[in-house]
């Protein structure tokens, strides 16, 4: 199973992103693909969740600015990012579940910075 997360770069506050996350199992197999993130000294923390129902869960820290979403042609599940904040900086981690098992993607690092 492979996951190839891209998309993170560097961003001022109040600005966007979008990161993307192409699996190589179609989404039938999946129960749950997510976003973490690691911050420099910090443990990884969950910031986004869609089930293969489609439910989404969010940390409290990014609900109303971060969307999880997934185009099912394409294998591929989205972290739209807005109104980033400095606090967000982190290296995001795409991640599947499909039970047993647990995936991890590379990560992609995104900075908020003026």
């Known amino acids: 199973v492979q996951l190839q997360a891209s998309g993170g770069g560097l961003v001022q506050p109040g600005g966007s992103l979008r990161l993307s996350c192409a699996v190589s199992?179609?989404?039938?197999?999946?129960?749950?693909t997510g976003w973490y993130r690691q911050a420099p000294g910090n443990q990884r923390e969950l910031v986004a969740v869609?089930?293969?129902?489609?439910?989404?869960d969010y940390a409290d820290s990014v609900k109303g600015r971060f969307t999880i979403s997934r185009d099912n042609a394409k294998n591929t599940v989205y972290l739209q990012m807005n109104s980033l904040r400095p606090e967000d900086t982190a290296v995001y981690y795409c991640n599947l579940k499909s039970r047993p098992y647990s995936y991890w993607g590379q990560g992609t690092k995104v900075t908020v910075s003026s």
């Open positions: 199992l179609t989404f039938l197999n999946i129960d749950t």
């Open positions: 869609i089930s293969s129902s489609g439910g989404t």
